[in-house]
T-cell receptor
Framework: KAGVTQTPRYLIKTRGQQVTLSCSPI?????VSWYQQTPGQGLQFLFE???????NKGNFPGRFSGRQFSNSRSEMNVSTLELGDSALYLCASVAGDGTDTQYFGPGTRLTVL | GENVEQHPSTLSVQEGDSAVIKCTYSDSASNYFPWYKQELGKRPQLIID?????GEKKDQRIAVTLNKTAKHFSLHITETQPEDSAVYFC?????????FGKGTKLSVIP
C-alpha cells in the first residue's frame, strides 16, 4: 500500500496570506488527523476527521480550518498567516476501524515571512 | 485537557547500554499510548504502542511498560546502537486525539 502523502512539501508565504495543505491517507483509511510541529511547542493536535466529519479539534484559533472529502483526502487551511504559523504540518492516517495506530505523512514545511 | 510530561529531554548513552524514557499523563480516560521515533528531517515513525488493558509489551530490543494507577508509562531500549539516535516522543490518546510529550533527544555514543 502507498503511504500517507502530503502536498506541497515546502511552502513560503508572507504574513496575511492564506495557505491550503493537502493530505492523502493510506488507501482504505477513513480517518485523518493534523498536527503542527514546532521546536518550541512540539507536536500539537489540530483536528481529526472521520468520514468527512470533524470529530475533535485542538486549541488553535479559528484561522485554522480543515475538511475531508468523500475519498478520505483532507485539506487544512490557514488564513491570515502569522510569523508564528511557521512550522512543519503533519497529517496522520488511521484505519478508523477501531485500531488506533496513526501513520504520519512526510509533512509540509511552511515558512511565513 | 490531557497533559503529557516526558523526561528526560536529552539522554546520552554508550553503545550497548540501555536507555529509559519516562512519561506521565493526566487523564485517566486515556486508553492508548504510542511511542514515536523521529530522525532529523523525517516523519515520526511508530516504534511500539500499548493499550490500557496491557501492562507491558516487548518487541525485540524495545519494551514499553504502563502503570495505569500511577498514570505513567516508560520506553526501554536495550543494547542501544548508533542508529537508535533520534528524538523519541510518547503520546496518549483520548477521544480521537493524540497528546504528545515534548520529546527526548537520544544520543548513542559509539
Amino acid at each position: 500500500k502507498a503511504g500517507v502523502t502530503q502536498t506541497p512539501r515546502y511552502l513560503i508565504k508572507t504574513r496575511g496570506q492564506q495557505v491550503t495543505l493537502s493530505c492523502s491517507p493510506i488507501s482504505g483509511h477513513r480517518s485523518v488527523s493534523w498536527y503542527q510541529q514546532t521546536p518550541g511547542q512540539g507536536l500539537q493536535f489540530l483536528f481529526e476527521y472521520f468520514s468527512e466529519t470533524q470529530r475533535n479539534k485542538g486549541n488553535f484559533p479559528g484561522r485554522f480550518s480543515g475538511r475531508q472529502f468523500s475519498n478520505s483526502r483532507s485539506e487544512m487551511n490557514v488564513s491570515t498567516l502569522e510569523l508564528g504559523d511557521s512550522a512543519l504540518y503533519l497529517c496522520a492516517s488511521v484505519a478508523g476501524d477501531g485500531t488506533d495506530t496513526q501513520y504520519f505523512g512526510p509533512g509540509t514545511r511552511l515558512t511565513v515571512l | 485537557g490531557e497533559n503529557v510530561e516526558q523526561h528526560p529531554s536529552t539522554l546520552s548513552v554508550q553503545e550497548g547500554d540501555s536507555a529509559v524514557i519516562k512519561c506521565t499523563y493526566s487523564d485517566s480516560a486515556s486508553n492508548y499510548f504510542p511511542w514515536y521515533k523521529q530522525e532529523l528531517g523525517k516523519r515520526p515513525q511508530l516504534i511500539i504502542d500499548i493499550r490500557s488493558n496491557v501492562g507491558e509489551k516487548k518487541d525485540q530490543r524495545i519494551a514499553v511498560t504502563l502503570n495505569k494507577t500511577a498514570k505513567h508509562f516508560s520506553l526501554h531500549i536495550t543494547e542501544t546502537q548508533p542508529e537508535d539516535s533520534a528524538v523519541y516522543f510518547c503520546a496518549s490518546r483520548k477521544s480521537y486525539q493524540l497528546t504528545f510529550g515534548k520529546g527526548t533527544k537520544l544520543s548513542v555514543i559509539p
